[in-house]
């Protein structure tokens, strides 16, 4: 997210760091750790953007992240069947059908 995060300022003059709470993320400690393992579904996360020269932060924004369960296949189905033909003979010159 540093890049939405930044919103078009130079990345090489900031440093984003995300916290678990709002008093860390003002204090600029404990910042979270790639890869990291959210704590509450949904959870808010507080970023913070600091001026790697003065060493001032100038923003503290936060923004949720979301667990989705991913999809599952269903084993009771019959699998969909594609079948792919070239018919054209502008392409290989061919006008019988390549079944794939």
Request: proline share 4%; hydrophobic share 30%; with cysteine.
């Amino acid at each position: 997210k540093d890049e939405e995060v930044l919103n078009g300022q130079d990345p090489t003059q900031f440093i984003v760091s995300y916290h678990d709470n709002l008093a860390d993320a003002e204090a600029g400690m404990n910042g979270l750790v790639s890869s990291y393992t959210n704590t509450s579904n949904p959870q808010q996360i507080f970023v913070t953007i600091t001026n790697n020269v003065t060493g001032c932060s100038i923003s503290t924004q936060s923004f949720n992240i979301e667990v989705q369960e991913a999809a599952q296949a269903n084993p009771n189905m019959d699998p969909i069947v594609y079948e792919i033909c070239d018919d054209n003979m502008e392409t290989d010159g061919d006008t019988t059908d390549d079944s794939a």
